[in-house]
């Protein structure tokens, strides 16, 4: 029997592909940088997170947060595109596009009614600050945020999951992981968590190539966390 | 400028005693069990709270969570009382009165007003997962669940506050601890957080002498936490 629900969020909860590119193209604008296209730096920006976060899983870095990974990110990314007139304090600022990405459509919803059956809480790879921003920011509510900070472990490191799942007293069996990525779903159907797969297909632009179809032995697929909820019965 | 308020749950936002005291009457029916005083069960029970977490402040016992310390001090009060016939089970079953707690009348809407313009969170020594149980049980929303367990610290060590506030990214000037004791609030200045007493004169019973006036130095003093909302102009 399932007894709580975890969530990515990046991708499964919010847009941060359109959020972002509407920041990068409005900090452009207000910095008087022209021929920024919004998109394409939002794609690069995001590109550089799981090479980032490698480093941090194979302990050649210590603990490290996304605040601190998005920023050298940005630097790197306004670098390579020849954009280094962006100032320190407009990077500080944009960086924060990150904590008020907006939710899909369905998540607000989505979450009030799956939230009436079961715990739900957030397994990010965002710190517990950003994903708090991101619910006040979205009006989404949640029982507790678990994820990588608390159990000082990036997905897809089984301590990501497992480490949740203890905080919530429950079994990994009695946990389902929600998430519109293969990687995530694999990575917890390993540790013994039950799997929801939620299709996301726009999540990288309307060209996407990934996650348009759900991995293999998934326990439910969704269109969205509405349809979701419908389906687990909340 | 105050961005997050950190409460204490048992006693603050939940009537612990009526709870209890309830549940331990019912329990001890079902086992036909007579001459049993609920409220002094639950006294009894909660006398033995502040010696337990100090053999784990103190370093004398590593960290432990409320539902052992809860179950350890119901074997004990049970023995003292003469009242052994109580079952493994039913024990197991009176000692989850703890995730049952019922909130005092203002703590659902106050908490709901609160949020809106703060960031609300619990710094109880309840673990995470007690503390969701309540939240549930009481329709209370929270913006995550901060606290002894994540901080592995029991209220009034330092960390229990410094360790919720930086997991919030915040200052401690920035953040301001509500609880119905003095010596919550008294630890919680000294760490440079600001402080609101919330009036609790029933907490212990009609006869309850502790608590009854705010500690000297109190940022703010409230009736309940609907009060505390209009003060803090939420």
Partial sequence: MIRALLFDVFGTCVDWRSSVAREVAAAAGSAAIDGVDGEAFADAWRARYQPQMETVRNGSRPWTDL?????????????????????????????????????????????????????????????????????????????????????????????????????????????MMVAAHASDL???AACGLRTAFVHRPTEHGPGQTTDLVAPAGVDVEAHDLIDLAGLLGA
């Avoid at 490191?157 to 946990?175: D, G, K």
């Fill in 186 to 188: 694999v990575a917890a």
């Fill in 67 to 175: 605040d601190v990974l998005h920023r050298e990110a940005l630097d790197g990314v306004l670098a390579e595109q020849g954009l280094e007139a962006l100032g320190d304090a407009e990077r500080d600022a944009l960086n924060r596009a990150w904590h008020r990405l907006d939710p899909w459509p369905d998540t607000r919803e989505g979450l009030l009614r799956l939230r009436r059956r079961y715990v739900v809480a957030p397994v990010s790879n965002g710190h517990v600050a950003l994903v708090v921003a991101l619910a006040r920011h979205g009006g989404l509510v949640w029982d507790t945020v678990l994820g990588a900070e608390p159990a000082q472990a990036y997905k897809p490191a089984p301590e990501a999951y497992l480490r949740s799942v203890a905080t919530l007293r429950l079994t990994p069996e009695e946990t």
